[in-house]
DNA sequence: TGTATACTTGTTGTGTACAAGAGGTATTGT
DNA sequence: ACAATACCTCTTGTACACAACAAGTATACA
């Protein structure tokens, strides 16, 4: 991988962990110096960055870590449950030993935490489940919107988690894990699609009355 | 629009016109003199242009325009009809008259045409029946895919076009824009979409057609 | 005291020189 | 004649200096 690639990888996963919160001012010269580089290669992953909707740049002002605002948030869990139903009707990939050895092993460190309340390792670990099912998806276009569309959302997850039930968060995740893992075993990536899709589909409504009722009250 | 944004569209419409056909190199520093700019700028939009699959950049070697092999062909197309189903599904867009305007001079222009073979001419017009069409999607993430994935086959429709049903083709694209003018005046988004998944899928059969016969003989 | 204005500071955008790398060509040795 | 090698030229990548611009701050004036 080459360095501008592991750059990009590791701003875009402090994005989705919140080290850099919505609002952030992500400064070239800063990140340059921190990772050793002019701000050249810097430039590029920023623009790269702003293409997918994390940060916006602003000349003279500055480059900022985009909020997401309900509508916004809406339109993509919408999208994303509809290419989960996609993921599952155009080419399935074949499923590699890698993909299930991978997702085992999280499942064990999962399962190893034992429930402990650690909503950013919780988050680690389900980025680490994202990138494992990535090459579930045959069709290279779907996978790479789908890469793009989740680094939109995780972050809004992980924003409102401590102001859900901890032990329904984590156990969910179990869950998706596990009967992922038994899909895989089967070679049905059909089946492994419409298990992500209630999942989401079950988070939304979770968020859904949180939000409402942030509102509300 | 900034200097450089029209930049990329130029670009992004050579290539699609085949001013630049797959293949064909794209030196940064004669782009930059054309354009009248150094390389910096240049260089921003070619690395667009590489994340959104129309050139390939290699360190030494230089900046190619790609082609469009089979499998990804049929894979992009595969997933453009399904967003087009999504496109009717998900919050739709408003209409406004801007839209039904553009719509209804490109219509008038085509048919001035008078069915004469212009393939470049037949595509720019499309080109602008695509941008015309794309407010009209009404989830932002949606629409961003769509363009790009337009711009990923186009090229293809015109290359082979010339081995085409020049009066078919022709009359196809008339018929098309006409029939959604029509679903505009009647504020049905919903047709649209429906209207532009018949013709892409028909439009997918004659290509199908095509292309199995190019290969067996 | 309030307000308009100039300025100071910090940011991103651009231009340019140089480094790193790829690929073809000439050259040289056998 | 042929093959290996050095090199020559072109490409993209990086670093850095400077321009363009935004925003807050101090200052001068009414």
């Known amino acids: 991988m080459s360095a501008s690639e592991s750059i990009y990888h590791e701003i875009r996963e402090r994005i989705s962990l919140l080290h850099y919160p919505p609002g952030t001012a992500l400064g070239e010269k800063v990140l340059a110096e921190e990772f050793g580089v002019s701000r050249t290669p810097i430039r590029r992953v920023l623009h790269r960055l702003e293409f997918e909707g994390l940060v916006t740049i602003s000349r003279g002002a500055g480059t900022m870590v985009t909020g997401v605002d309900l509508k916004r948030l809406k339109e993509?869990?919408?999208?994303?449950?509809?290419?989960?139903?996609?993921?599952?009707?155009l080419a399935p990939a074949r499923i590699g030993s890698t993909e299930i050895e991978e997702m085992e092993a999280l499942h064990g460190e999962i399962v190893d935490?034992?429930?402990?309340y650690d909503p950013e390792g919780l988050a680690r670990l389900y980025n680490r489940f994202h990138r494992a099912s990535l090459p579930l998806i045959g069709n290279a276009a779907l996978r790479q919107f789908s890469d793009q569309l989740y680094y939109q959302t995780v972050r809004v997850w992980l924003q409102v988690l401590p102001d859900l039930n901890w032990d329904v968060e984590f156990q969910m995740i179990v869950d998706e894990i596990g009967a992922v893992i038994?899909?895989?075993?089967?070679?049905?990536?059909?089946?492994?699609?419409?298990?992500?899709?209630?999942?989401?589909?079950?988070?939304?409504?979770?968020l859904n009355d949180y939000l409402g009722s942030a509102i509300s009250g």
Chains 1, 2 share one sequence.
């Open 182 to 206: 038994e899909a895989l075993k089967e070679n049905d990536v059909q089946r492994v699609a419409e298990i992500r899709h209630k999942h989401m589909s079950l988070l939304l409504g979770r």
């Open 76 to 89: 993509v869990y919408a999208l994303r449950l509809k290419l989960l139903e996609l993921m599952g009707e």
């Open 113 to 116: 935490l034992g429930g402990a």
